[in-house]
């Protein structure tokens, strides 16, 4: 199972910003796909952000032009930069890597809360 572990979360007035950030505890060249999950209280759990090996990139549209998410392979991380934050993005933000055997994990979340 791949090992995450997030940080970065808190509490933030609407506009403002956090970055997350995701450590592995493996060369996470050998993690092909990671990826920002949130899930807010009484809702299902959304793809937030992606980013696979090569660089490429997804966004749910409801973050575009906001969250930048990228890897840092020197540091075995991905982070999610999150500005222009607003209420809504209120959630537990979990972190997801698959390799490419298909063998995945998720960390363990973290709280982010947008209110003034």
């Known amino acids: 199972q791949v090992q995450l572990v997030e940080s970065g979360g808190g509490l933030v007035q609407p506009g403002g910003s956090l970055r997350l950030s995701c450590t592995a505890s493996?060369?996470?060249?050998?993690?092909?796909?990671m990826a920002w999950y949130r899930q807010a209280p009484g809702k299902q759990r959304e793809l937030v952000a992606a980013?696979?090996?090569?660089?490429?990139?997804n966004y749910a549209d409801s973050v575009k032009d906001r969250f930048t998410i990228s890897r840092d392979n020197a540091n075995n991380a991905v982070n999610l930069q999150m500005n222009s934050l607003k209420p809504e993005d209120t959630a537990v933000y979990f972190c997801?890597?698959?390799?490419?055997?298909?063998?995945?994990?998720w960390g363990q979340g973290t709280q982010v809360t947008v209110s003034s």
């Open positions: 997801y890597g698959r390799r490419i055997s298909g063998v995945a994990g």
């Open positions: 493996e060369n996470i060249f050998d993690i092909v796909f």
């Open positions: 980013i696979t090996r090569s660089g490429s990139t």
